[in-house]
């Protein structure tokens, strides 16, 4: 009894381990206006499948293009004026996978997070006995459930990203709006003042 309880014991933290020890590496790139960055990727496998996320954090209207190619060169995906999007990429031969992001919405600096991970495949086997099988289903619904709640705060986090940046990008427009306001209102009044100044002067002249 003790011996089954360990080795279950055993089989739930490895295999929670192998699902915290999983590719996922979130990264950034920065995209200046009307350019073009792109990533590669190599499969190495036909049974590989790669799960493929991004999302605009900052930067104008927050909308890039995005393209996928695969190795014999023919395109995967290609999106418009997206905020944000998720991908399964498989069964597209064994190579380097191309991904690119093109700036052409806007003139503003965006930056975008970009997630690449190899889809994790079922635990278990018919040869496990009913306990392991069990324990290996828990494991993968622990799994799946981290997986949303890592979406989630991904999401999250980047509506605060849009939503800082929007902030920002409203004070410099009152900023600027609120200087453009003061300079027409300092241009009219000594506008005021040289024509009054013009009208007493000639009156003055007049009379003597």
């Known amino acids: ?15 929670f381990c192998a699902a915290e020890s999983s590719n996922y590496a979130p990264f950034a790139i920065s995209l200046p206006a009307f350019s073009k960055e792109c990533l590669y990727h190599d499969l190495m496998s036909a049974d590989d499948a790669l799960v493929v996320g991004y999302q605009v954090l900052t930067g104008g209207n927050f909308e890039i293009d995005f393209e996928i190619t695969s190795p014999d060169g023919s395109v995967i995906i290609s999106e418009k004026q997206k905020k944000y999007s998720d991908f399964l990429l498989k069964s597209f031969g064994i190579g380097q996978y191309k991904f690119c992001f093109t700036n052409t919405h806007g003139t503003a600096l965006k930056k975008v997070e970009l997630t690449l991970e190899l889809e994790k495949r079922t635990m278990g086997s018919e040869k496990e006995n009913p306990e392991d099988v069990i324990t290996n289903n828990a494991i993968e619904e622990i799994d799946r459930n981290l997986n949303k709640i890592r979406k989630m705060m991904d999401y999250l986090r980047a509506r605060e990203w849009r939503n800082m940046s929007t902030v920002q990008s409203t004070e410099s427009r009152i900023v600027w709006l609120s200087i453009l306001t003061m300079g027409i209102m300092a241009s009219i009044s000594t506008l005021q003042a040289t024509v009054v100044h013009f009208m007493f002067k000639d009156r003055q002249r007049n009379y003597v």
């Open 1 to 15: 009894m003790l011996y089954s309880i360990v080795s279950v014991l055993l089989v739930f933290i490895s295999g």
